[in-house]
């Protein structure tokens, strides 16, 4: 898979679990202690972010880190 189509789909994931858990993008940046424009960058798809910072999200929508690369 091309880097910029598995980036983009796995930023979609993140805004799905987001969405889910029913918090704004400001509460899961907060939850996370990111910049608002970081974490939007990265559910974009227009960042390549660090394993790191994904546990962090995976943490804030309590959900494995796998479930972050599992495409349901």
Do not use: Q, W
């Amino acid at each position: 898979m091309p880097e910029k189509k598995f980036l983009a789909s796995l930023g979609g994931r993140i805004r799905k679990l987001r969405l889910k858990k029913g918090l704004s993008l400001s509460e899961l940046a907060y939850l996370c202690d990111f910049e608002k424009a970081s974490l939007s960058r990265i559910e974009l798809g227009k960042t390549n972010t660090t394993i790191l910072t994904l546990c962090k999200i995976s943490k804030a929508l309590d959900v494995t880190l796998c479930e972050l690369f599992e495409d349901k």
